[in-house]
């Protein structure tokens, strides 16, 4: 089955010092992962996804995310931190063989990120 | 264009009313979701529709009745809805069900039942 396991239920960083989320993964076949972003009462943003092409995936906002398979982690990253990145960020890995016959998303437990001036 | 759109925003209802959540999305999608998020959790999956029918019930209890109109549409019918059911209901849409495409989500919904 697969799983995955956000290591960090809080980080707080600068305002312009950059951000690390760290992400691990269980999978037992090439896996699709994502990255969302919930800010305070709204819904989920998709910030980018990767789906076995280049590790090295780019997203909105500044945000990147490398897959590196011999280390089973997909660790978001962005350079200089915002005050608008203060949010929840959920790492996601996808279930095509999930029972029911769908591709169910699996969801880490979140990370709060808080941006201090 | 990748919006979902929910209304209401937010909703309070007591354990005796009857009301109804709205989702729509204009991408095509053949795939739409209702989810349920309780607060500093993820979101919990309670229903899939492919196709325009229903795929998946997450084991939802019967006071929330799910249906699909059509292939844009998506609500979710409550009744007789217990104070613990007060969550933020997010709906979602993707490509389709069966392929590892991204979901797009809507803002959600916010209720409170008293």
């Known amino acids: 089955a697969q799983s995955v396991t956000q290591l960090d239920s809080h980080v707080s960083v600068s305002e312009g010092t950059p951000v690390l989320l760290r992400c691990n993964y269980s999978?037992?076949?090439?896996?699709?992962l994502f990255w969302y972003v919930q800010h305070p009462n709204k819904g989920l943003q998709l910030l980018l996804k990767?789906?076995?092409?280049?590790?090295l995936v780019k997203g909105i906002n500044g945000f990147e995310a490398e897959f590196k398979k011999s280390e089973t982690s997909f660790h978001l990253t962005k350079p200089s931190a915002h005050m608008s990145d203060a949010a929840e960020y959920f790492c996601?890995?996808?279930?095509?063989?999930?029972?029911?016959?769908?591709?169910?998303?699996?969801f880490g437990a979140g990370t709060r990120l808080a941006v201090h001036p | 264009d990748t919006e979902v759109t929910q209304t209401p925003k937010h909703l309070v209802m007591g354990m005796t009313n009857k009301k109804s959540l709205k989702c729509e999305q204009h991408?095509?999608?053949?795939?739409m979701y209702w989810y349920k998020q309780k607060a500093k959790k993820p979101p919990e999956l309670m229903f899939v529709?492919?196709?325009?029918?229903?795929?998946i019930n997450e084991s939802v209890p019967s006071r929330f009745s799910p249906e699909c109109p059509n292939s844009s549409l998506l609500n979710l019918h409550l009744h007789a809805l217990q104070p613990e059911d007060s969550a933020l209901y997010l709906c979602?849409?993707?490509?389709?069900?069966?392929?590892?495409?991204?979901?797009?989500f809507g803002p959600g919904t916010r209720l409170t039942v008293t």
């Open positions: 979602a849409s993707s490509q389709d069900a069966q392929n590892s495409y991204e979901q797009y």
């Open positions: 999978s037992s076949y090439s896996p699709s």
């Open positions: 529709y492919s196709y325009e029918k229903l795929s």
């Open positions: 991408m095509g999608h053949r795939a």
């Open positions: 996601v890995v996808s279930d095509p063989f999930s029972s029911g016959g769908y591709n169910k998303l699996i």
């Open positions: 990767y789906t076995s092409a280049a590790t």
